[in-house]
């Protein structure tokens, strides 16, 4: 997966994400409907066997569990959209813990339980 966007119109999902399926050899771009607003961080879980995958977006957390073809806004235990932006985030070596960080000293913890 490769992802990014328009850095001036963050809340533009033209042409954010593209997925390949053969390594790099190909790209498809996700279509609008499906795709991200501006994106600072993407990767796949390590636990996600290479299906599961989180983006940091300007605003918002998303994730999608088909390989990048589809995404879902993170929401809070009430229902809520999360609205905080994060730049960068990194999961822990088992893949069960990621790590975001923002602005002005952000941070914050998301932890995943086994089903």
């Known amino acids: 997966v490769a992802a990014g966007g328009n850095y001036d119109d963050k809340t533009s999902s033209t042409l954010t994400v593209a997925v390949t399926e053969d390594g790099g050899k190909t790209w498809e771009m996700i279509d609008e409907e499906n795709a991200l607003p501006f994106v600072s961080c993407v990767q796949y879980q390590p636990a996600g066997n290479g299906k599961t995958i989180l983006a940091a977006c300007l605003p918002g957390i998303y994730f999608s569990v088909d390989g990048g073809q589809h ?26 813990t990621a790590w975001f960080a923002g602005a002005s000293g952000k941070l914050a913890c998301m932890r995943f339980t086994q089903n």
């Open 71 to 96: 995404w879902n806004r993170l929401k809070n235990e009430s229902g809520k959209n999360i609205n905080e932006s994060f730049f960068t985030f990194r999961f822990s070596p088992s893949g069960h």
